[in-house]
C-alpha cells in the first residue's frame, strides 16, 4: 500500500525524513520542558502559597531543601528536552531546504518545524526554570514582615 493516494504520484510527502526520528523523541522535545517547569511552578505555589499567613519556618525568603531539588530536577528536565528537541532538528535537518528562517516561514518538512517549536520552547522554559530557582534570593516574600 502507497503512502500517498494515486492521484497525488507527483507530489512530495510534506515530511520525508519524519521516520528518522521517533515520534518519542519529538514528544519529549515538545513537551518535557514546559511540563516540568509546570510541576516546579505548581510545587512553588503549593509550598509557598501562604507563606506571610502561617508560620512555614521560611523565615527571611528561604527555600525548603525539598523544593531546592525539585527546581533542580525541572532545570534538569528541561535541559533535556531541549536536548531531545535539538537531536531531532539534527535528525531532520535535509528534511525541507534552508536554515531555521525557512522552515518557520515556509513550513517545509513538519518535522524540522516541531522540532525547531521545541527547540524554542524548551529554552524559553529552562531560563524560566532557573528564574524560578532564584526567586528566593530576589523578592522579599512577605513586604509586612519588614516594616
Not at 107 to 131: D, E, K, M, W, Y
Amino acid at each position: 500500500m502507497s503512502a500517498l493516494h494515486p492521484l497525488a504520484k507527483g507530489v512530495e510527502h510534506p515530511a520525508p525524513l519524519r521516520n528518522s526520528a521517533s515520534p518519542g523523541l519529538v514528544v519529549a522535545g515538545l513537551f518535557t520542558a514546559p511540563a516540568a517547569w509546570s510541576l516546579l511552578l505548581l510545587v512553588s505555589y503549593g509550598l509557598n502559597g501562604d507563606a506571610c499567613g502561617a508560620s512555614t519556618g521560611l523565615q527571611g525568603g528561604g527555600r525548603s531543601p525539598l523544593e531546592l531539588a525539585i527546581g533542580l530536577i525541572a532545570v534538569v528536565a528541561c535541559l533535556l528536552g531541549l536536548r531531545a528537541a535539538h537531536r531531532t532538528w539534527r535528525l531532520t535537518r535535509h528534511e525541507g531546504p534552508g536554515d531555521h528562517h525557512e522552515g518557520l516561514t515556509a513550513g517545509l518538512g513538519r518535522t524540522r518545524f516541531l522540532a525547531l517549536c521545541g527547540i524554542v520552547g524548551s529554552s524559553i522554559f529552562s531560563v524560566a526554570s532557573v528564574f524560578e530557582l532564584l526567586v528566593p534570593f530576589l523578592v522579599v516574600p512577605c513586604i509586612s514582615r519588614l516594616l
